[in-house]
């Protein structure tokens, strides 16, 4: 039986469907550390423990989401950090724009790696 993750997947609609098990291939690949997970209900990417992206489904769009982990800022006092995120708009029927997430998911990478 599906695990609930994997039920995200195949519950989608073709070509929504194809599109995000290429995208969860793409971001898998980058590197073996990247680790693939359910949170708030759809797939989130980690990189060591740190979160990377996530996928989301909504309205019949598909956005690849860009995360920069508080543990990325400077702390200020009296200001409680939170997590930034960007996110881009893949059309399912059109060429996944694997240069720019692959280039999003490699510059946090290196962040996350260069960590003070």
Known sequence: MPSELENYYLKQTEPIQSCLLALKSIIMDIDPLITHERKYQIPFFYYKGKKLAY????????????IEDKC???????????????????????????????????ELMYLYDNLS
């Open 72 to 106: 990325l800022q400077e702390p200020m006092e009296g200001i409680r950090l939170k997590d930034r995120y960007q996110s881009i708009i893949v059309n399912p029927k059109e060429d996944i724009p694997m240069e720019i997430i692959v280039e999003n998911l490699k």
């Open 55 to 66: 996928l989301w489904v909504t309205k019949k769009k598909l956005q690849v989401g860009f």
